[in-house]
């Protein structure tokens, strides 16, 4: 009886050492590289409030992607927008000022602002490309275009997939992006709607033969794990949409682990999450800190509609300086990372509230408290600066 009483006991104890380890994320991880940035770093997708940004919405930002025509660069024929690579694949010339004299002016009001232009190829619209609806490179079922995502939306704004399996494809969309790159205008390119896949790694192949490893790439691959590309970017778009479950949030957490870890160095990782309406300020805290702890990249939390766009939060405004140190566990599920000028905590969905005493005053940024103890909740996250 005493013996079975004892294998009772010690198998209880395992049980609940395994249960404690699954319910506890994978906070101890290989450092992150110290880098020579200030933080927060913020990333404008696009637009901000509205469809007309201004230079004073921008230079907040650390990075800003949008489609070149964003940039007042055009492709050759007037019908080419945003969806896909030119038919030509050829710029046109008499555009290439436009964008060049942008640039230098926000780089000359942030000349720590990198640009970013997006190329698609996956996707078209007889609206907006120059490839008519008889061309041979359409993917095709049954002699039938196929629609991007199952979309059914108006005829006249249809998106339709390009045939990835032909070679010719994958080097025209090779070629928009090293004619791109070799204006000199920006950064790096933007690659959307992506797809982890043999495909997707020849073209990645050939845009780097074209223009080596200098310029950024990244790429959108959502919350999901691409680990057949991800060597040949520098960073991942994780377009999130709205997360609101705990193992949703612990699928953003790993992804962005694997992201960081993974990519090209220095890494330039975005983590873009839609919130429930635009007031929802805690889910943006929550955001940042997850990025501010796991990474050294980039963060925005976006409204619903219109899509992408973004406020400003004084959350963002750069006040933590550069890292001093690697991830550490907080809580039950949360992490922590010390920065020059303060802390940085965050708490998931699923965790529990928690307690952060410090052996000074600190300057709580979410409700504006000095205190030396500050209360973390749940599905929340905070900076907390010195107070000087």
Do not use: C
């Given at each position: 009886m005493k013996l079975l009483t004892l294998f009772l006991a010690v198998f209880a104890f395992i049980l609940t050492s395994c249960n404690s380890n699954n319910s506890t994320p994978p906070v101890v991880l290989t450092p992150l590289p110290m880098v020579d940035k200030t933080f927060p770093s913020s990333l404008l997708a696009w637009n901000m409030e509205n469809a007309v940004n201004t230079d004073e919405q921008i230079i907040k930002h650390d990075m800003w992607l949008h489609v070149p025509e964003g940039f007042g660069v055009y492709w050759e024929g007037w019908n080419m927008r945003f969806c896909s690579p030119s038919m030509s694949g050829r710029l046109d010339q008499r555009t290439i000022f436009n964008g060049q004299e942008m640039v230098d002016r926000l780089r000359f009001k942030n000349p720590n602002l990198k640009f970013l232009v997006q190329v698609g190829?996956?996707?078209?619209?007889?609206?907006?490309?120059?490839?008519?609806?008889?061309?041979?490179?359409?993917?095709?079922?049954?002699?039938?275009?196929?629609?991007?995502?199952?979309?059914?939306?108006?005829?006249?704004?249809?998106?339709?997939?390009?045939?990835?399996?032909?070679?010719?494809?994958?080097?025209?969309?090779?070629d928009a992006c090293a004619t791109l790159l070799n204006t000199g205008i920006w950064d790096g390119i933007f690659l959307d709607v992506w797809e982890d896949d043999s495909n997707h790694l020849d073209i990645l192949t050939r845009i780097r033969a074209a223009v080596g490893n200098g310029p950024i790439i990244m790429a959108n691959c959502n919350y999901n794990i691409c680990p057949l590309t991800i060597g040949l970017l520098d960073g991942i778009y994780m377009e999130c949409g709205l997360i609101n479950t705990a193992s949703a949030w612990k699928k953003v957490q790993d992804a962005l682990d694997y992201n960081e870890r993974h990519v090209r160095q220095p890494a330039y990782n975005y983590l873009e999450i839609t919130l429930a309406d635009r007031t929802d300020e805690t889910v943006m805290r929550a955001t940042t800190s997850l990025a501010l702890t796991r990474s050294n990249g980039y963060i925005c939390a976006v409204a619903p509609?219109?899509?992408?766009?973004?406020?400003?939060?004084?959350?963002w405004n750069k006040s933590l300086g550069k890292p001093t140190s690697?991830?550490?566990?907080?809580?039950?599920?949360?992490?922590?990372?010390e920065f020059e000028n303060g802390t940085v905590a965050?708490?998931?969905?699923?965790?529990?509230?928690?307690?952060?005493?410090?052996?000074?005053?600190?300057?709580?940024?979410?409700?504006?408290?000095?205190?030396?103890?500050?209360?973390?909740?749940?599905?929340?996250g905070g900076i907390y600066l010195y107070v000087k």
């Open positions: 190829f996956t996707e078209g619209s007889d609206a907006t490309t120059d490839f008519p609806p008889d061309h041979p490179w359409w993917l095709r079922v049954n002699g039938q275009r196929v629609l991007m995502n199952n979309q059914n939306p108006p005829p006249e704004t249809n998106s339709y997939r390009f045939n990835l399996d032909l070679p010719e494809v994958r080097q025209h969309a090779a509609k219109p899509t992408h766009f973004h406020d400003w939060y004084d959350f690697s991830t550490k566990a907080i809580g039950t599920l949360g992490s922590q990372r965050f708490n998931p969905l699923g965790g529990i509230s928690f307690q952060i005493t410090f052996p000074e005053v600190r300057l709580n940024l979410a409700n504006g408290i000095r205190s030396l103890t500050h209360t973390l909740p749940p599905n929340d």
